[in-house]
């Protein structure tokens, strides 16, 4: 402001000056001197203008001598430098911070790439480089999708679903495999953190080998032993009642761990990658129907079991699967719903998604069992499992068989009021058939 104040002044009083000498010396010679001073004025100021351009033009003029300049051009300068040496110190400040975190992320154990809006590669440390084989200098500025050829993560990025991550087996590498997260942050931009598991891949690999061949082994000495326990309860007529009870608690225990051997088979198969789903058409009304009736036999009459059909739609999967799923589902509600109490089976559609729905008024759960109630062995009442004769294995067989039908478990639950398992199909595995009639209601 005080130079352009100064420069106002200066021009206010070049103009009066002429002013005062065009009466005296004419009109010519008043606007002559007029015009030379302007012009003086000018090329004061162009030439300031050429030394500033040619300052600016060098390669640190923060550092770089201050140039001379008089007048309201020398406070230019002064303020220019010292913004100039403010923004190179600002600059240092940020290169040393982005340093120390490359070299923080340079040291994790953990890939880390940054993508950007099109998920072009800005930046990634040498551990992704070991994981996806790339060379930072030379890939800087590609898609992601053109050095990771995986269709899996290709769709991982279309879907922008990055709630868990993605497991993928690198083709280029056979032994490693990698968990996948994509986290979104900034404008647009995204981090992809990759973990190395391949060990712990076949650390697990080792434990389902390992309870798949137990479980093999078991089974027949368990069907053996049943037999003979099965035949001696028939042929012992006049045995003591310890004896009688001996043979009762032998034979319900054998057939418990049968029970367990192939749940534990189940889950196996289930958690087998090389086990793909055998998928067809699978006809959700004929299968629910039988697992109804199937239903009122173990209920012997002890609940009001309904079913409510609202669709005819099929689904495409694996039959066997999902009828193991759905039975699981069904036989819970019922150990866990006392006599007198309503079972309701539900099969219809809703936003366009297969939705079952099993729905009791048992004794319901407290919120803080609910995210573990899929996990294996884990049990909210341990001595109310034992009574009912479950295995702890149900709930992670419906969960393995849903991901597997990519579809999703909701289970909606308040002690004292019952709970309510709710499953859902996306739609592209729904087959909606507009010729056959509504089912009846059983």
Not at 19 to 24: E, G, N, R, T
Request: aromatic share 6%; with cysteine.
């Amino acid at each position: 402001m005080p130079g352009l104040r100064q420069r106002l002044i200066s021009i206010i009083l070049l103009t009066i000056a002429s002013a005062v000498l065009w009466p005296i010396l004419g009109a010519v010679p008043a606007l002559a001197f007029y015009s030379a001073a302007l012009l003086l004025l000018y090329i004061h100021h162009l030439r300031h203008l050429v030394t500033l351009d040619e300052w600016l033009k060098t390669s640190a003029p923060a550092t770089s001598t201050l140039p001379n300049a008089t007048g309201a051009w020398g406070d230019v300068f002064t303020r220019l430098s010292r913004l100039m040496h403010s923004q190179s110190r600002s600059q240092e400040k940020l290169s040393a911070a982005l340093e120390r975190l490359q070299h923080a992320t340079s040291a994790m154990p953990e890939g880390v790439a940054i993508l950007d809006e099109s998920d072009h590669i800005e930046w990634c440390n040498p551990v992704a480089e070991q994981h996806f084989s790339l060379d930072f200098n030379r890939d800087a500025g590609q898609p992601i999708t053109h050095l990771v050829r995986q269709n899996q993560f290709a769709e991982y990025l279309v879907t922008r679903n990055y709630s868990e991550p993605l497991i993928v087996r690198q083709s280029r590498q056979q032994e490693l495999t990698l968990s996948l997260q994509l986290i979104p942050y900034g404008n647009k931009q995204k981090l992809l953190i990759s973990r190395d598991i391949t060990l712990l891949e076949r650390v697990e690999t080792m434990r389902r080998d390992f309870v798949a061949n137990v479980s093999h082994e078991l089974r027949t000495p368990l069907t053996v032993i049943g037999g003979f326990l099965e035949t001696l309860s028939e042929e012992d007529q006049t045995g003591s009642k310890i004896g009688k009870r001996a043979l009762t608690l032998m034979t319900d225990q054998t057939i418990r761990m049968q029970r367990l051997v192939e749940d534990l088979l189940a889950l196996s198969r289930l958690e087998n990658a090389q086990n793909p789903v055998q998928e067809g058409n699978v006809n959700i009304v004929e299968m629910l129907r039988e697992l109804y009736h199937a239903a009122q036999s173990l209920s012997a009459g002890r609940h009001h079991v309904n079913l409510k059909l609202d669709t005819d739609a099929q689904l495409r999967g694996s039959a066997d699967e999902l009828h193991s799923a759905f039975s699981n589902l069904i036989s819970n509600a019922i150990r866990y719903t006392a006599d007198g109490g309503e079972i309701l089976l539900n099969w219809r559609i809703d936003d366009g998604q297969g939705l079952f729905l099993v729905q009791d008024s048992g004794i319901g759960i407290e919120s803080e069992h609910l995210p573990r109630l899929t996990e294996r062995f884990y049990r909210v009442d341990r001595s109310r499992s034992r009574e009912t004769g479950g295995t702890g294995l149900g709930l992670a067989i419906v969960k393995h068989v849903l991901s597997r039908h990519q579809a999703n478990l909701e289970i909606v639950s308040e002690p004292g009021k019952g709970s309510r398992f709710i499953v859902r199909f996306p739609e592209n595995r729904l087959i909606v058939t507009q010729d056959n009639p509504m089912p009846k209601q059983s």
